[in-house]
């Protein structure tokens, strides 16, 4: 079943390798040479095994530490737990990498659509995707809904995402709204010539949630958001695997920050939000951009693209999402960033468009065109009047 390696940032006292060897035996056969030599023999397999100590400053240093597959069943819930488990409530120590043998990584689903799968969904094959939220839906009706997604849809949106709050609620029901959506987009692809995939909030008890994705996709869904960390990782692997659920899952980072956002305990942002939930099946994932006011470092920021879309004997490539305080200025910067391969997203940057969110997609649109074209934007704004509004509401922060 191969291995599970894992390296951890811990202090650094002038005893790393006395602490990684603790860590090593506490996580796994608990001691070793006080064993007599025939529960040696018998537990070798178990051990875990002291890969390498590094010091990386005077006070801080990084150690790898491997542990047998065998020692676990093959679910990210029970791996966390023995690499991470009773450790994280050991002081200063932070989980900053797992790695997992081929063996062990095809236990793991990885995306059902990733990059590719989406974009043939969408037919979208040269430009970086374009999405869009939701804004203040919460206590509107079915009719508001249509509006908002109508005009997103008409403004270019590749996807149109739920808020991550919006619950099932008897203002715009879970059901009534995949089947408003269905409408609404079939009405806009015909007037467009472009297909928009609307991610519906997947919510609900634990137990239930297959069985209402599934339902999901009968009447029609052709994608789901899914609150990942409040939910599990476990789930949204089930998610993945089951055939039923056949439309990609966007993944949101909500909670997340709970996890990722100490510099010395907790789970790294690449990590967390890139190499498990790729393992896990999300198709795209959203973390907060290295731009706005719920920023990520940026190194955490591009590190997570990374681990999305790097090369994966075993998984596909997921589509990375930066998200928060994005505008059309920022194009050329996410672009940079980020590459082709990944999804622009923005709430206020459409629907805060002077001449509405139709206009909001099409400043975007028309910013990816120039970018790509290698046109600064303020000479593409000269010929285009939505992105020239975009800019004077935001400013040309762009190149």
């Excluded at 069943?73 to 791996?79: F, K, L, M, Q, V």
């Excluded at 990498?97 to 990885?110: I, S, V, W």
């Excluded at 991610?199 to 609900?204: D, F, I, K, M, Q």
Aim: hydrophobic content about 45%.
């Amino acid at each position: 079943m191969g291995a599970a390696t894992a390296t951890y940032l811990v202090p650094n006292k002038g005893n790393l390798l006395e602490k990684a060897e603790q860590i090593a035996l506490g996580l796994t056969v608990g001691s070793w040479t006080s064993l007599p030599e025939v529960d040696q023999k018998q537990l070798a397999k178990h051990k875990g095994e002291v890969i390498s100590v590094k010091e990386i400053s005077d006070d801080q240093g990084l150690i790898t530490i491997s542990y047998p597959a065998v020692n676990f069943s093959a679910d990210i819930p029970a791996i966390l737990t023995t690499v991470f488990g009773k450790l994280s409530l050991d002081g200063k120590v932070k989980l900053v990498d797992l790695d997992f043998t081929p063996e062990l990584a095809q236990r793991f689903p990885g995306p059902a659509f990733g990059n590719l799968g989406v974009r043939n969904l969408l037919e979208v094959s040269d430009r970086p995707l374009l999405m869009s939220i939701f804004k203040g839906i919460l206590g509107r009706d079915l009719t508001f809904f249509k509006q908002q997604l109508r005009a997103q849809a008409l403004g270019g949106v590749d996807i149109v995402k739920d808020d991550e709050i919006l619950f099932d609620n008897p203002a715009t029901p879970f059901e009534q709204r995949i089947d408003a959506a269905k409408k609404v987009l079939q009405e806009t692809e015909h007037e467009t010539g472009e297909a928009t995939l609307y991610a519906v909030n997947l919510s609900g008890r634990s137990t239930e949630l297959l069985e209402k994705a599934k339902r999901a996709v009968q009447l029609g869904a052709n994608a789901l958001l899914f609150n990942v960390f409040t939910y599990g990782l476990d789930t949204l692997q089930a998610l993945a695997e089951d055939k039923d659920i056949c439309i990609p899952i966007l993944a949101h980072p909500s909670f997340g920050g709970a996890v990722t956002a100490s510099a010395h305990y907790g789970v790294s942002a690449p990590l967390w939000y890139g190499k498990l939930l790729r393992a896990a099946g999300a198709d795209l994932v959203l973390f907060p951009s290295p731009y706005g006011s719920v920023a990520l470092e940026k190194n955490a920021a591009l590190g997570i693209a990374r681990e999305l879309t790097s090369p994966h004997e075993k998984w596909k490539r997921a589509l990375p999402v930066p998200s928060a305080g994005i505008h059309p200025a920022l194009v050329p910067r996410l672009i940079e960033d980020f590459g082709m391969n990944s999804v622009i997203n923005a709430g206020g940057g459409v629907h805060g468009h002077p001449d509405g969110a139709a206009a909001g997609g099409k400043a975007f649109r028309q910013a990816i065109q120039a970018v790509q074209k290698g046109i600064p934007l303020k000479e593409a704004a000269q010929i285009h009047k939505k992105l020239a509004v975009a800019l004077q509401q935001w400013g040309d922060k762009g190149k």
